[in-house]
């Protein structure tokens, strides 16, 4: 079983950066697939970015934030990032990371088994 605990998340203007942290432990974290959804007020949570199991070679980005967003990955240190730039008030949400082993990328909620309780992110325009 594997926790994770996001943070990073705060107020930034447009145009800003974040970077966002997701610390997993328990579980062997190499093994997981990581992904990072993020939900805002009244909406239903959605994808963002993944990316693949062991290397990190694969990832994914939701089309609102390729150029932008970075996902990334650190075995030894059991961890996960999600760097933004150039932050739009529509990125405003709160971000999740989850982790799952049954796919080499995935891009839904219900793919992934373990969430994180989640960190807001408010850009102000």
Same mark, same amino acid.
């Given at each position: !079983?594997?926790?994770?605990?996001?943070?990073?998340?705060?107020?930034?203007?447009?145009?800003?950066?974040?970077?966002?942290?997701?610390?997993?432990?328990?579980?062997?974290?190499?093994?997981?697939?990581?992904?990072?959804?993020?939900?805002?007020?009244?909406?239903?949570?959605?994808?963002?970015?993944?990316?693949?199991?062991?290397?990190?070679? !694969?990832?994914?980005?939701?089309?609102?934030?390729?150029?932008?967003?970075?996902?990334?990955?650190?075995?030894?240190?059991?961890?996960?990032?999600?760097?933004?730039?150039?932050?739009?008030?529509?990125?405003?949400?709160?971000?999740?990371?989850?982790?799952?082993?049954?796919?080499?990328?995935?891009?839904?909620?219900?793919?992934?088994?373990?969430?994180? !309780?989640?960190? !807001?992110?408010?850009?102000?325009?």
């Amino acid at each position: !079983q594997v926790q994770l605990v996001e943070s990073g998340g705060g107020m930034v203007q447009a145009g800003g950066s974040l970077r966002l942290s997701c610390a997993a432990s328990g579980g062997s974290f190499s093994t997981y697939g990581m992904g990072w959804f993020r939900q805002a007020p009244g909406k239903e949570r959605e994808f963002v970015a993944a990316i693949s199991r062991i290397t990190g070679g !694969q990832t994914s980005y939701t089309n609102s934030v390729k150029g932008r967003f970075t996902i990334s990955r650190n075995n030894a240190e059991k961890m996960v990032y999600l760097t933004m730039n150039s932050l739009k008030p529509e990125d405003t949400a709160v971000y999740y990371c989850a982790a799952e082993r049954t796919r080499v990328i995935a891009t839904m909620t219900h793919e992934y088994e373990y969430w994180g !309780q989640g960190t !807001q992110v408010t850009v102000s325009s």
